[in-house]
């Protein structure tokens, strides 16, 4: 059986200006960063910088917040919080409640990166476009609305 799905309406296919642009941008200078005029100290910094963000998404949005798989006192949840509020993909409220969306959707049509529109959609496509379940999103981090703190960085 293949996942393979019709293709998105039009009204989803127009690219977000700010998010594509921002992406474009951000790989653009990431290419340039790897001429070996442009090499010093720096870049370690940024490295140090990316893995704090890498950090924050897996291990704090994604463990800690979304599934809620482990305890930790509230400071860390949101030192955790804040370090993958650095890596710019959205706020900490929305993403908790996209991934939760993700996983009660998982490969179905209504998935926002559903597998069955191709390997890039599913990657990173999706993220360049309107994302309807934000939309619904309030059904998905009711829990989150207790914490100031991350409302606060979401907004």
């Known amino acids: 059986m293949s996942l393979r ?11 977000r200006d700010g998010t594509t642009g921002f992406i474009f941008v951000l790989h653009f200078a990431a290419a340039f960063a790897l001429l070996p005029r442009f090499w010093s100290c720096q870049p ?25 798989s482990f305890d930790v006192p509230v400071w860390v949840e949101r030192t955790f919080v804040l370090m993958g509020s650095l890596a710019c993909q959205i706020g900490p409220v929305k993403w908790v409640a996209l991934h939760r969306h993700h996983h009660k959707f998982s490969d179905q049509p209504n998935d926002h990166h559903d597998a ?25 981090f009711g829990d989150l609305l207790e914490d100031p703190f991350e409302c606060w960085l979401d907004h």
């Open 116 to 140: 069955g529109r191709g390997f890039w959609w599913s990657h990173s496509e999706w993220m360049l476009h309107e994302i309807p379940p934000l939309r619904v999103s309030d059904k998905f």
């Open 5 to 15: 799905r019709k293709p998105l309406p039009l009204s989803q296919r127009r690219f």
């Open 44 to 68: 370690l910094g940024v490295f140090v910088f990316y893995w704090v963000t890498v950090l924050g998404v897996t291990l704090g949005l994604h463990r800690l917040v979304a599934h809620r």
